[in-house]
């Protein structure tokens, strides 16, 4: 579902990312394709639905809408998720871009995400299984312009969705453990 075009009305290109740092990065998965690291926030909740993210020295700020008993001063958390996916796979897109050598001249995400809370985030609503909740469809347009045939601009779209760390996140099952604080 990629809107993929190559004429652009603007004849300057995006500010490109450092392409031999690039190349660096890549080599070192190469060479160690098990390394992991490990992102870490910290969320405090200031009343109703509004809290504040820490990670690594912004802030992230979520809320509900107003329909939702929030107080509508911020995105939403599935909107948070959305951001993310959409970011992530506009970073993957550069990359790949730049690793290919094919400057960009416009890349926009669109994204939409279908979700429900009929459980009521378990307070009591209908009793549903973890599988039947939350964001249950996604659908992503790009709208890219670069110096390149659309045939190649849509192999970088693709690429960069499969190997989409957020993306993969979204699709795949992963371990997940919660605990309280000691």
Known sequence: MSNVSTQSTATAHLRPIDREGLLGFAEKGRNNPNARGTNTVHTVVEGQYRTISHV???EVVVDEPLHLFGEDTAPAPAEVVLSALGGCLAVGITAIATWKQIPLKKLELHLEGDIGN???WGAGGHEAAPEDMGIQAVRVRVDIEGDAPRETLD???QRANFYSPIGNTVRN?????????D
């Not at 099952?173 to 604080?181: G, R, Y």
Request: proline fraction near 11%; hydrophobic fraction near 50%; charged fraction near 20%.
């Open 56 to 58: 690594r020295g912004h």
């Open 118 to 120: 009929p459980a009521a």
């Open 155 to 157: 192999e970088i779209v």
């Open 173 to 181: 099952p992963i371990d997940f453990e919660i605990t309280l604080a």
